[in-house]
């Protein structure tokens, strides 16, 4: 499968830890999102990166959220001293360079904070 | 602001029966609009876009500048349509995010 995959699919923890998701892109793919979706919501817009630099950042993520994307292929997202409110699934997508490309979504990994 | 608004949370049809899913947004310029769908079970897909003007899955929908709105329609629904849909924008330039609507889940009955 060439498609946006994330890891893990599943994450349970208890509050006040840290945990760590990956994403790993379309081969090729320059950009790259995160999202994150809670329920009875659409998608909402956390981070983008275009190859290794973080260009912009949503007032969502708080400095409890940390992103990176080191060598502008995989990323990872780490959330520290996690709170119950933090539960959601988390999305990545990617996309080429080139304006208006369409974004291609990973499968998410969901969260829950206990 | 950017907004999507999807005044639907839930639509429920017979199968045959002409479908449309309303999608209202708010944003100081020219926005990309577009449509995903989420099966039961899989990722978010993009259905269509309006740049690209095409139907997929028997699917249009049209800009409308004038009433901000982007309806996704068609003629006849099929069982397997049910899902989650999503309308979403995006601007030009820039990191060309997509802010997303709450989503309506359409059900198509036999």
């Known amino acids: 499968d060439t498609g946006v995959s994330q890891n893990p699919r599943h994450k349970i923890t208890k509050r006040g830890q840290n945990v760590t998701f990956r994403c790993d892109p379309i081969?090729?793919?320059?950009?790259l999102y995160w999202y994150r979706q809670t329920l009875g919501q659409g998608p909402e817009f956390l981070t983008y990166f275009q190859n290794e630099a973080q260009l912009e950042k949503s007032r969502l993520l708080s400095d409890r959220f940390s992103a990176e994307r080191p060598k502008g292929s995989f990323s990872t997202l780490e959330i520290q001293r996690t709170e119950q409110g933090d539960s959601a699934m988390y999305l990545c997508?990617?996309?080429?360079?080139?304006?208006?490309?369409?974004?291609?979504f990973g499968p998410g990994t969901r969260l829950l904070v206990l | 602001a950017q907004r999507v608004t999807q005044p639907e949370k839930l639509l429920s049809v017979f199968k045959g029966a002409p479908v449309e899913l309303k999608c209202n947004y708010s944003y100081s310029g020219s926005p990309e609009l577009f449509w995903y769908v989420q099966y039961s079970r899989q990722r978010l897909q993009l259905l269509l876009r309006h740049i690209s003007r095409e139907s997929i899955k028997g699917f249009t929908a049209d800009l409308n500048k004038g009433e901000t709105s982007f309806h996704l329609k068609k003629p006849f629904a099929q069982e397997e349509d049910s899902a989650m849909y999503y309308c979403a924008l995006s601007g030009q330039g820039g990191s060309e995010k997509l802010v997303f609507g709450k989503g309506t889940k359409l059900t198509v009955n036999p």
């Open positions: 997508a990617s996309s080429l360079r080139a304006s208006q490309e369409t974004q291609y």
């Open positions: 081969s090729e793919h320059n950009r």
